[in-house]
């Protein structure tokens, strides 16, 4: 009887130990992820731009495009503005060594009026960390509307 309780427990283990064993699978040496040297660049095909002439209340997009001129991905980490008029959307993805993207800006004229001036601050992982764009404008309410 101890004879049998030792063979069913010795080979409870060991199927439980090959259990195991078969069930961690092998991790792949074949690295699909390329391995990137250098850094990264920002390039910005415009820094400012002019929504023209608007009418207060009324809001304006723009959308600056930039490219990746690095060896490196490019990771924007965080996008400021001078106020809460001025909202970025942006992709929280990294911009590989030579694609492109874009920051889309949303302006509201809400409260504005006469010439403005909206800097938008990009921090990344680039050398040039902080990269200020600047839109501009000009507002138009009732007590300057010019016919």
Known sequence: MKLIRKITISGSIFITLLNTVSCNEKKSTDNKTPSYKGKPKIEFYE???????????????????????????????????????????????????GEKNKIKIIFDSEGF????????TIKTNADTNNIKLILTAYIKNDNNLNY
């Open 47 to 97: 820094t400012t731009h002019d929504l023209g002439t608007l009418t207060e209340g009324e809001t304006a997009e723009y959308i600056f495009e930039y490219k990746n001129t690095g060896t490196a991905p490019l990771i924007i980490k965080n996008i400021t503005t001078d106020c809460g008029c001025t909202t970025p959307e942006y992709t929280k993805k990294e911009t590989l060594p």
């Open 113 to 120: 009026r006469n010439n403005i001036y909206k800097t938008i």
